[in-house]
């Protein structure tokens, strides 16, 4: 598929952050990614999600939500990876420039958080329930999104890995709190990270159809 790619600059809350664009020709849909703790725009397993969502004719944008400075500051502390709100505003301010900016036209958003990206990922979707139609959590801690998660409307796949016992845990328990379309799905045989033979293309495909099937559609008001 005819993909095209290019690096921007996205303005959020007070900051400037990098950002890679891939583009389908006709994309069905965008899908705004959120990554782990400690991990950045570059993470080898996003990168490859979000390849086989451009197969499916959906767009991403894989994103560093922090500055240098701020990457330079948590490498040292890891003070900020893990501070939901500040990670949870600029993915909504990202929303915005999305829909204000339409590098994608007028495609659909959905978010797609890794680990701790996850509980970033449900935060912003609470914020932005007009704009958020879908999210898919990879090994995700959707515990740490607290009380944002009986305001989320978009439809939710939780994807863990079934050796990753104390985060299938949380997960069950977040399912529980969400009050909308809600699924969890056990990858048999993976751990957290998805490594294992397999384990990620299955992440790709059932985020690909989730997304297809939900972007596709308003969330019920």
Partial sequence: MDVRSSEVTIP??????????????????VVLFAHGSGSSRHSPRNVAVAHALNERAL?????????????????????????????????AAIVD?????????????????ASTGAAAAL?????????????????????LAGPALDQVRAPALLLVGGLDEQV?????????ALP???????V?????LFEEPGALEQVADAAAGWFTTHLRHPIPS
């Fill in 12 to 29: 959020a809350e007070a900051v400037e952050l990098t950002a890679d664009l891939l583009v389908p020709a006709e994309p069905t849909g």
């Fill in 59 to 91: 767009g991403t944008v894989l994103v560093d939500l922090l500055t240098a400075t701020e990457d330079q500051l948590d490498a040292r502390t890891a003070e900020l990876r893990f501070d939901i709100g500040l990670l949870a505003g600029r993915l």
């Fill in 97 to 113: 420039w999305l829909a204000t900016e339409r590098p994608f036209g007028a495609a659909p958003i959905g978010l797609f958080g």
């Fill in 123 to 143: 935060v912003a979707a609470a914020a932005r329930p007009d704009l958020v139609r879908a999210v898919v959590s990879r090994g995700g801690r959707p515990d």
């Fill in 168 to 176: 299938i845990a949380l997960n069950e328990q977040a399912r529980a």
């Fill in 180 to 186: 909308g379309t809600v699924e969890l799905r056990i």
């Fill in 188 to 192: 048999p045989g993976a751990t957290h």
